[in-house]
Nanobody, 115 residues
Framework: QVQLVASGGGLVQPGGSLRLSCAAS????????MGWYRQVPGKERELVAT???????KYADSVKGRFTIARENAKNTVSLQMNSLKPEDTAVYYC?????????WGQGTQVTVSS
């Protein structure tokens, strides 16, 4: 079992920045991929960014060049630096971790981009 606790998020004006963090506990040595998804009410959850235990990253086209995912394996954390935020980035953001074929989800954290 893997437990994920996300922090960060909040309200920011368009063009601003926010940083999300997620800490993993439990069977941390089995974690392969960590990352972030987001969901807007009425829409499906979508991938934002992921990073493997080897540091290979993947980004949604909509966030490339604006968001940066990073991982500290020694601290079992993953972060998402979000710059140049747009109103369409408004969503609940979820931290994820995959281990032994299972995907674990953290609690969501709200990100609102509005003037």
């Amino acid at each position: 079992q893997v437990q994920l606790v996300a922090s960060g998020g909040g309200l920011v004006q368009p063009g601003g920045s926010l940083r999300l963090s997620c800490a993993a506990s439990g069977s941390i040595f089995s974690i392969n991929v960590m990352g972030w998804y987001r969901q807007v009410p009425g829409k499906e959850r979508e991938l934002v960014a992921t990073i493997s235990s080897f540091g290979v990253t993947k980004y949604a086209d909509s966030v490339k060049g604006r968001f940066t995912i990073a991982r500290e394996n020694a601290k079992n954390t993953v972060s998402l630096q979000m710059n140049s935020l747009k109103p369409e980035d408004t969503a609940v953001y979820y931290c994820i971790g995959t281990a032994r074929g299972s995907t674990y989800w953290g609690q969501g954290t709200q990100v609102t981009v509005s003037s």
